[in-house]
């Protein structure tokens, strides 16, 4: 089982269909992409790369992130996609921990040299250029056997030890996700397509994969991101367009909208369906969504473990606004997906009655293989067949699932997960900083925002700019405190555990 052969089967059908879009240039057909992805494939083995090497995607959004994806299994390769929002310093040991032999970057995220890779490539480049010739014969070249179990991406995430964890995703795993997609998200077809605003080393790019199986087109916006304007254009001209978002990407989609005049006439126009997920989506927000641009919406959660496999809550259920609990189900995340039982379990992982809460815990084909390099993490959380996913939650009598909390302190701002740790850990090192606690507090456009707790030390007085430069000299910027608060102690129980819980009840002391 090889996710290649998804392009392949497209590219021997039908090799003139448009497959990738830069904007709304075309960059390639299916059998131009197929014939760069072998060409790519063949350079990498000819210079030495083995089944199973790891290959990093550390780069902003781009046609050719799809092409080196594919020529990476082609080969046999693992890739490992990195969230272009990392600081290189952090992306280092994401290469050391994965043992990455090959880099491909742009730019503006890379502008240096990694350490620990044996070549880096800027995509834009003539070397890429070079790399990514056609094959002359690319069905000469043939794709890299693989079992199911064999991991295909290797995506890090974080843990509360504030040092990131690789989930292995196997050609299993990812064909679970892909065929998932179809039944209970959205149908696809091959006039379809799939636009990447969100990055797409995170859940935007694995939905690459369902729609590669329908042979739909896929379109990176000219700037990489997130416009609204743009994403309404580039809908108009190349028909309706399916996406993920987070949930602050889906306000700024409807704050366009409503500040446009655009009703769900218009977004019909524009885009198909809206998939959303990775953060708190408030009722109210998704009630003006679905008002100002019409049923194009449809939630998923999941995690990296479990990639965009748990539950869904259908565009069907967002509508039934006659069904007498309609409010308690817009605020759920759904049912379990087709592939995966989800339970609500005690700290024994014994199952909990309706209505109670406990952790969300989830078993199928979608969940990983495990840990890259860290059985310890991987017993802890693979339990007996179950993910054990550190949510907290609670189902009803139908089956619908409600997060309430995170066992483990996990901020997700604008859909990017921050973990307090790790940001702990940096300004424990600023000076004049004696302790510091950190915790994510509400926020109406990026659902949390990071709060720091500070500790000066004894006639210190830290100011704001100063903690600032110290978090960007040493970690991304979305995930240095948007807050600072002095305090003169954190408070702590008998055995010297910080009670975040108590400084969550002191958001509303005055900041730096």
Same mark, same amino acid.
Request: hydrophobic share 45%.
């Given at each position: 089982?090889?996710?290649?052969?998804?392009?392949?089967?497209?590219?021997?059908?039908?090799?003139?269909?448009?497959?990738?879009?830069?904007?709304?240039?075309?960059?390639?057909?299916?059998?131009?992409?197929?014939?760069?992805?072998?060409?790519?494939?063949?350079?990498?083995?000819?210079?030495?790369?083995?089944?199973?090497?790891?290959?990093?995607?550390?780069?902003?959004?781009?046609?050719?992130?799809?092409?080196?994806?594919?020529?990476?299994?082609?080969?046999?390769?693992?890739?490992?996609?990195?969230?272009?929002?990392?600081?290189?310093?952090?992306?280092?040991?994401?290469?050391?921990?994965?043992?990455?032999?090959?880099?491909?970057?742009?730019?503006?995220?890379?502008?240096?040299?990694?350490?620990?890779?044996?070549?880096?490539?800027?995509?834009?480049?003539?070397?890429?250029?070079?790399?990514?010739?056609?094959?002359?014969?690319?069905?000469?070249?043939?794709?890299?056997?693989?079992?199911?179990?064999?991991?295909?991406?290797?995506?890090?995430?974080?843990?509360?030890?504030?040092?990131?964890?690789?989930?292995?995703?196997?050609?299993?795993?990812?064909?679970?996700?892909?065929?998932?997609?179809?039944?209970?998200?959205?149908?696809?077809?091959?006039?379809?397509?799939?636009?990447?605003?969100?990055?797409?080393?995170?859940?935007?790019?694995?939905?690459?994969?369902?729609?590669?199986?329908?042979?739909?087109?896929?379109?990176?916006?000219?700037?990489?991101?997130?416009?609204?304007?743009?994403?309404?254009?580039?809908?108009?001209?190349?028909?309706?367009?399916?996406?993920?978002?987070?949930?602050?990407?889906?306000?700024? !989609?409807? &704050?366009? $909208?409503?500040?446009?005049? *655009?009703?769900?006439?218009? #977004?019909?126009?524009?885009?198909? =369906?809206? %998939?959303?997920?990775?953060?708190?989506?408030?009722?109210?927000?998704?009630?003006?969504?679905?008002?100002?641009?019409?049923?194009?919406?449809?939630?998923?959660?999941?995690?990296?473990?479990?990639?965009?496999?748990?539950?869904?809550?259908?565009?069907?259920? !967002?509508? &039934?606004? $006659?069904?007498?609990?309609? *409010?308690?189900?817009?605020? #759920?995340?759904?049912?379990?997906? =087709?592939? %995966?039982?989800?339970?609500?379990?005690?700290?024994?992982?014994?199952?909990?009655?309706?209505?109670?809460?406990?952790?969300?815990?989830?078993?199928?084909?979608?969940?990983?293989?495990?840990?890259?390099?860290?059985?310890?993490?991987?017993?802890?959380?693979?339990?007996?067949?179950?993910?054990?996913?550190?949510?907290?939650?609670?189902?009803?009598?139908?089956?619908?699932?409600?997060?309430?909390?995170?066992?483990?302190?996990?901020?997700?701002?604008?859909?990017?997960?921050?973990?307090?740790?790790?940001?702990?850990?940096?300004?424990?090192?600023?000076?004049?900083?004696?302790?510091?606690?950190?915790?994510?507090?509400?926020?109406?456009?990026?659902?949390?925002?990071?709060?720091?707790?500070?500790?000066?030390?004894?006639?210190?007085?830290?100011?704001?700019?100063?903690?600032?430069?110290?978090?960007?000299?040493?970690?991304?910027?979305?995930?240095?405190?948007?807050?600072?608060?002095?305090?003169?102690?954190?408070?702590?129980?008998?055995?010297?555990?910080?009670?975040?819980?108590?400084?969550?009840?002191?958001?509303?002391?005055?900041?730096?």
């Amino acid at each position: 089982m090889n996710l290649v052969h998804l392009l392949l089967r497209h590219a021997r059908l039908s090799p003139h269909r448009p497959a990738l879009f830069h904007g709304s240039a075309p960059f390639a057909t299916y059998g131009e992409w197929a014939a760069r992805s072998a060409g790519l494939a063949q350079r990498m083995r000819a210079a030495g790369l083995q089944p199973g090497d790891r290959v990093l995607l550390f780069l902003r959004n781009h046609p050719r992130y799809l092409e080196v994806l594919c020529a990476a299994w082609w080969a046999g390769l693992v890739v490992v996609p990195v969230n272009a929002k990392l600081h290189p310093k952090e992306t280092e040991w994401i290469v050391d921990n994965a043992q990455a032999r090959w880099g491909f970057v742009t730019t503006d995220v890379a502008p240096e040299a990694l350490v620990g890779l044996e070549r880096q490539i800027d995509i834009e480049s003539p070397e890429a250029d070079a790399l990514l010739a056609p094959a002359t014969d690319p069905w000469s070249v043939a794709p890299c056997e693989r079992a199911p179990d064999d991991v295909a991406w290797l995506f890090y995430t974080s843990g509360t030890t504030g040092r990131p964890k690789g989930v292995m995703l196997t050609h299993r795993n990812l064909m679970a996700m892909g065929l998932t997609y179809f039944v209970d998200v959205d149908p696809v077809a091959a006039q379809d397509a799939i636009v990447y605003a969100a990055p797409m080393s995170h859940g935007a790019g694995l939905y690459a994969i369902p729609h590669l199986m329908a042979g739909a087109r896929h379109v990176v916006p000219a700037s990489g991101g997130v416009e609204p304007a743009e994403l309404f254009e580039l809908g108009w001209r190349l028909g309706p367009l399916s996406t993920f978002a987070a949930p602050t990407i889906v306000k700024r !989609l409807v &704050d366009h $909208a409503a500040q446009a005049g *655009l009703g769900p006439e218009q #977004s019909a126009r524009a885009f198909k =369906t809206i %998939v959303y997920g990775g953060a708190p989506m408030y009722v109210a927000d998704i009630q003006r969504a679905l008002q100002v641009m019409g049923l194009r919406f449809v939630q998923i959660y999941g995690q990296g473990e479990t990639p965009m496999v748990a539950t869904a809550l259908s565009r069907q259920q !967002l509508a &039934d606004t $006659a069904h007498p609990r309609h *409010l308690e189900r817009i605020s #759920s995340v759904g049912v379990a997906q =087709t592939p %995966v039982q989800v339970r609500v379990t005690d700290g024994q992982g014994h199952g909990l009655p309706v209505g109670t809460v406990g952790e969300i815990v989830v078993r199928g084909d979608s969940v990983m293989r495990g840990y890259w390099r860290n059985p310890e993490a991987t017993e802890a959380t693979l339990r007996d067949g179950w993910l054990f996913t550190g949510d907290m939650g609670s189902l009803d009598e139908d089956g619908f699932l409600t997060l309430k909390d995170r066992s483990k302190d996990l901020i997700i701002s604008g859909g990017s997960n921050i973990y307090p740790r790790e940001v702990e850990e940096v300004l424990l090192t600023a000076p004049g900083v004696a302790e510091v606690a950190v915790v994510g507090a509400p926020d109406p456009e990026w659902g949390e925002v990071v709060v720091a707790f500070v500790v000066p030390q004894p006639g210190a007085h830290p100011s704001r700019e100063a903690l600032d430069q110290h978090c960007l000299a040493q970690m991304a910027r979305f995930k240095r405190p948007k807050r600072y608060l002095l305090v003169d102690a954190l408070p702590k129980n008998n055995y010297g555990k910080v009670l975040k819980t108590a400084l969550r009840e002191r958001l509303d002391t005055p900041a730096l």
